[in-house]
């Protein structure tokens, strides 16, 4: 009788441990989904205020291209609001975004960039939505925009295995401060320690007047 008490006192206690186990994980991943929530909401509005004080500048001096940059924001912010808040969207979609975004800058230096982009052909795989966005931000932000001399942006996109890699290359005045933690990049870093956690890696540097972004996330 000893026996079968001491064992049915143990099944309590591990019942009772691995409960509170349970408890906690709820409770941190309820954490984590509502700082991720956080960091988004952070994301847009930062954009979205950029993007139209830029539509307004460009309309006040050369209306022409104003309606192609109104048409690209608009799929920009339908993807925002429709696909921003899920947990996974597809690689293709989150391109065509990002390429929305880098076309609907450009648009504002009347081909005075010098732009190189490279994705992949139809990949098949899937991504948290708005990871890649704030590197785009941050080489026109911090570089492109400070740039006298011609501006130019390098960005490749490789997927092999499943592996995403992605160099993204810029010039910038040496004279001027290239942020590489701001608001944008910050939030990435923490979303990526959240979604990819020993899946990814992030390696930012410059050089004379040049900016790296390395990035790799196994999907």
């Not at 309820?30 to 847009?44: D, F, R, S």
């Not at 993807?79 to 391109?95: A, N, Q, T």
């Amino acid at each position: 009788a000893i026996m079968i008490g001491g064992i049915a006192s143990a099944i309590k206690l591990m019942k009772s441990v691995y409960e509170k186990q349970q408890a906690t994980l709820i409770m941190e991943k309820g954490k984590i989904q509502a700082e991720l929530q956080v960091l988004k909401a952070q994301l847009h509005p930062h954009f979205l205020f950029n993007t139209l004080n830029n539509i307004y500048s460009l309309t006040q001096q050369i209306p022409n291209p104003a309606s192609a940059m109104i048409l690209r924001l608009s799929d920009m912010l339908r993807y925002i609001l429709y696909s921003g808040s899920r947990d996974l969207v597809p690689l293709e979609g989150e391109l065509k975004m990002l390429d929305d975004y880098i076309k609907l800058e450009a648009l504002r230096y009347d081909q005075s960039l010098d732009l190189s982009i490279e994705f992949p052909s139809n990949p098949d795989v899937s991504i948290a939505p708005l990871l890649l966005l704030p590197f785009a931000e941050n080489a026109f932000k911090h570089g492109a925009s400070k740039m006298i001399e011609r501006p130019w942006i390098s960005l490749r996109i490789e997927l092999k295995d499943r592996q995403l890699s992605m160099v993204m290359v810029n010039g910038f005045d040496p004279g001027a401060v290239q942020d590489s933690g701001g608001i944008g990049i910050a939030n990435v870093k923490k979303r990526l320690e959240h979604l990819y956690p020993g899946k990814h890696t992030l390696q930012l540097r410059s050089e004379e007047e040049l900016f790296y972004v390395n990035l790799t996330i196994g999907l």
